[in-house]
């Protein structure tokens, strides 16, 4: 019988499978995530190596031409 005056209602048996803290977690991802993570990094790599051929691009765009070797 439930207790008007007790602020929980619920028994104390009641849920307890599920305050349960985890014991047994895999340290391994799942494959949906293992699968994420894997294209994720492969984006930023894509990215950093997109970004690092930029940058010598613009390196060797602004270099000032070399002297006519053949000038007066």
């Known amino acids: ?10 028994p104390a048996h ?6 349960a803290p985890v014991t047994h977690r895999s340290l391994q991802p799942t494959p949906e995530a293992a699968k994420s993570r894997v294209a994720r990094l492969r984006r930023k790599q894509r990215l950093l190596i997109k970004n690092k051929k930029r940058a010598s691009l613009l390196k060797l765009a602004t270099l000032p031409p070399a002297p006519d070797p053949l000038a007066p």
């Open 1 to 10: 019988m439930i207790d008007p005056n007790q602020t929980n209602p619920r």
């Open 14 to 19: 009641a849920g307890g499978a599920f305050v």
